[in-house]
């Protein structure tokens, strides 16, 4: 079965009356015909059969054996951490989300969780990193927001041979792209907010687990925790996946031509894409996903915010805005937004430059696109902002 079918067909029609859209069960309890027999559910924080529906499918499109569904893609994220006690420590990527870097330094570090970040793009330097006490690595790949790549089935063997749990951020790639459980990944988290949501219209967060063990202790942080996907954002998010491949081609065909365009721009100094051969594990990107996705990011020869801040103003399809993965364009500055949160030096260290701007490339023509960037171009080079165009 093609991945584009799998797609489609792993959502069911409704058993009960042939539904071909899965029914929302808009509900907080469930009767039960005597204490403890029931038909599957007794509290909607426990279950819900929308949200099951939703978890069932994300398993299958992951290639996992249990799946479960959060309230935010943070949630998600801290479900994962709270399978973790007081002196175990976590490897983490070095270019990460700024929400996961919060998560990880503000909440859980005075737990006794400590947090060592490194440059996952080269596996031996997970192996050097890794101590007795590491117990989770953590990966984004992509990350956000300089699109490195690891190679998540190196890195399943070091964890393996360290009884170290690896849990992948899928989000920027999505099953649609690239399974990091088939690579031997323990863990695939996703924010649902993104591609596979897909417009821009709810919060959503998924863990799905290769061993059935796993999943259910997640799934028994979940119920205790009470972090929980409403029935009708769940149904939101499945309703996205029916155009998930669909969807996630055409962002990439769309960032293809945008990340070419910028690499030859006099103003541009980085551009950071899988797609593009300059990349540094392009052929890693090329062996472990189907594809490259719809997020570019680069920087500016004149690297200042001021720089970046008066480019991400003066778009007119692109929208200035988090988040991420949605029909329409978006950008962001991530040095003020979306890493924020991160200490400039580290965030700099991690390759996330002053100028860096970050490119949810859309739906829209690509040759609108490319127009609108050409104009933001324009109007820093009359602003003396960006290195001057050659007539």
């Known amino acids: 079965m093609s991945n584009a079918t799998q797609l489609i067909h792993s959502i069911p ?3 009960l009356t042939g539904s071909v859209s899965v029914p929302i069960y808009q509900t907080s309890t469930f009767v039960q015909e005597a204490p403890g027999v029931n038909k599957g559910y007794d509290y909607a924080r426990t279950n819900n059969p929308t949200r099951a529906t939703l978890e069932s499918i994300i398993t299958q499109l992951e290639k996992g054996t249990v799946g479960i569904a959060f309230g935010s893609g943070l949630a998600a994220i801290d479900s994962v951490v709270k399978l973790l006690k007081a002196g175990d420590e976590i490897l983490a990527v070095d270019d990460i989300y700024g929400g996961a870097f919060r998560l990880f330094t ?10 060592n970040y490194v440059d996952t793009t080269n596996a031996e330097n997970v192996f050097n990193a ?9 990966l984004e790949t992509p990350t956000n927001p300089t699109l490195k790549v690891s190679d998540i089935e190196a890195i399943a063997k070091i964890a393996r041979a360290h009884s ?22 323990d863990i695939v988290v996703h924010s649902a907010t993104k591609y596979l949501g897909g417009h821009s219209d709810l919060i959503a967060g998924l863990v799905v687990t290769k061993e059935k063990e796993l999943g259910d202790k997640i799934k028994f942080i979940q119920n205790a925790s009470g972090a929980i996907l409403a029935p009708f954002d769940s149904w939101l998010v499945i309703r996205g996946i029916e155009t998930l491949n669909l969807r996630v081609q055409q962002h990439g065909r769309n960032a293809q031509v945008i990340a070419e365009f910028l690499e030859t721009h ?29 997020i570019v990011s680069f920087t500016l ?14 778009t007119r399809y692109f929208k200035l805005a988090e988040s991420l993965g949605g029909v329409k364009s978006l950008l962001c500055h991530p040095a003020q937004m979306t890493h924020k949160s ?9 390759g996330v430059a002053d100028s860096l701007v970050r490119l949810s490339v859309g739906l829209e023509e690509v040759e609108d696109l490319v127009a609108d960037l050409d104009q933001a171009f324009a109007k820093l080079e009359k602003k003396n902002l960006v290195t001057s165009i050659p007539a």
């Not at 503000?106 to 947090?115: A, T």
């Not at 890794?130 to 953590?138: A, Q, S």
């Not at 991160?342 to 991690?350: D, G, L, N, V």
């Open 342 to 350: 991160i200490p400039s030096e580290k965030r700099r260290a991690a």
């Open 164 to 185: 170290c749990w690896l849990c992948v951020d899928n989000t920027f790639a999505s099953p649609a792209l690239q399974q990091p459980l088939a690579l031997g990944a």
């Open 106 to 115: 503000h909440i859980y570090e005075k737990f006794g969780i400590k947090v």
């Open 13 to 15: 029609t409704d058993p």
């Open 130 to 138: 890794i101590t007795p006490g590491t117990k989770l690595i953590w």
């Open 266 to 294: 006099p103003s541009v100094d980085k551009v950071y894409y899988p797609g593009l051969k300059t990349h540094t594990n392009h052929e890693i990107a090329k062996k472990q996903s189907k594809g490259f996705g719809g």
């Open 301 to 314: 020869k004149n690297d200042t915010e001021e720089a970046a801040t008066a480019f991400v103003t003066n």
